[in-house]
């Protein structure tokens, strides 16, 4: 059974930091692209940063130069290093895990900007 279990969710300030936890199990975490997603009240899900098997990294423009994607192989894990975070970062972030015609989602984890 695959399961992408996310963590390190919750309430921030702007301009604080959060580092969310992707920790995946039933799949050959090494060869799957892992990636972020985020989805605001109102609006659709939108890719916010992937990482290949390879290391090879992509962002939207909106979080360039303040997220930061990384995994870690030898503990099935992806990570999101989230900074000078702002009110239209929150959203529930879902982590997600694609190889070929293999797909699967996490259950999500809520992200509030607030003052």
């Known amino acids: 059974q695959v399961q992408l279990v996310e963590s390190g969710g919750g309430l921030v300030q702007p301009g604080g930091s959060l580092r969310l936890s992707c920790a995946a199990s039933?799949?050959?975490?090494?060869?799957?692209?892992m990636a972020w997603y985020r989805q605001a009240p109102g609006k659709q899900r939108e890719l916010v940063a992937s990482i290949t098997n390879t290391g090879r990294t992509n962002y939207a423009d909106s979080v360039k130069g303040r997220f930061t994607i990384s995994r870690d192989n030898a503990k099935n894990t992806v990570y999101l290093q989230m900074n000078s975070l702002k009110p239209e970062d929150t959203a529930v972030y879902y982590c997600?895990?694609?190889?070929?015609?293999?797909?699967?989602w996490g259950q999500g984890t809520q992200v509030t900007v607030s003052p």
């Open positions: 039933g799949i050959i975490f090494s060869i799957y692209t």
């Open positions: 997600h895990a694609v190889y070929g015609r293999y797909d699967y």
